[in-house]
Structure formats: C-alpha cells, structure tokens
Nanobody
Framework: QVQLVESGGGSVQVGGSLRLACVVS????????MSWFRQAPGKNREGVAA???????KYAASVKGRFTISADDATNTLYLQMDSLKAEDAATYYC?????????????????????WGQGTQVTVSS
C-alpha cells in the first residue's frame, strides 16, 4: 500500500524559508510523477510543483524562481524548498504521486493523474 507522509510545515515570516518533505512508502518502481499541491481556506487546490523520475520539473507561475522541488530516490523522499515566502503562500501543502506515468503530464496541475496523496502539512506565513 502506497503511503505518503509530509513534514516540515510551520510558521514563518514573510521573506523566510521552509523546506517540506514527503516520505513515500510502499512504492519502489522507477517510473513516477510526484508533486506538491496546496490549498488555502476558501480557495481551490493549486498545483505548485512537479517532478518526474528523470528529474524534469514543472512549476506554477506563482512560485517559479522561489520554490524548488527535488526528489531523493535513495530515501524515497520528495522535497519542496520554499524561499522568499509571501503571505499568499500560506496553505495546507499536500504531496502526491502518480505511479502510472514516468513523466508529468500536462494535466498535472489538475491533480487528476495522482493516485495517492498525503495528509497535508500546514504552512503559515505572517507579516
């Protein structure tokens, strides 16, 4: 059974940094697309960043240049380094994995390709 567990959320001031981690268990095959999504209260879920097993990355325009997604296949861990945080980055962040593809399809931002999701980790950004 595939499970994803996020960590690293917390409270930070505007301009600060956080690094989120997501440990994946129950899946060790080569092909995947993994991603980070976020959802703030009263807002739609938003695809933040995605990475495939070849290391190709995709980012939402709102975070490009500030966030970095990476994956450590040796430890089955997905990371999201978030720098220059803004108040609008505050949300619950979720990691997700698509084990049916070995690339991230263009529809990744919709969330539909992803088979498994974590429970989320809260990020608060204060001014």
């Amino acid at each position: 059974q595939v499970q994803l567990v996020e960590s690293g959320g917390g409270s930070v001031q505007v301009g600060g940094s956080l690094r989120l981690a997501c440990v994946v268990s129950g899946y060790s095959d080569y092909g995947y697309c993994m991603s980070w999504f976020r959802q703030a209260p009263g807002k739609n879920r938003e695809g933040v960043a995605a990475i495939d097993n070849d290391g190709e990355t995709k980012y939402a325009a709102s975070v490009k240049g500030r966030f970095t997604i990476s994956a450590d296949d040796a430890t089955n861990t997905l990371y999201l380094q978030m720098d220059s945080l803004k108040a609008e980055d505050a949300a619950t962040y979720y990691c997700a994995i698509d084990i049916d593809d070995d690339y991230c399809p263009s529809s990744w931002t919709l969330g539909t390709p992803f088979n498994h999701w974590g429970q989320g980790t809260q990020v608060t950004v204060s001014s």
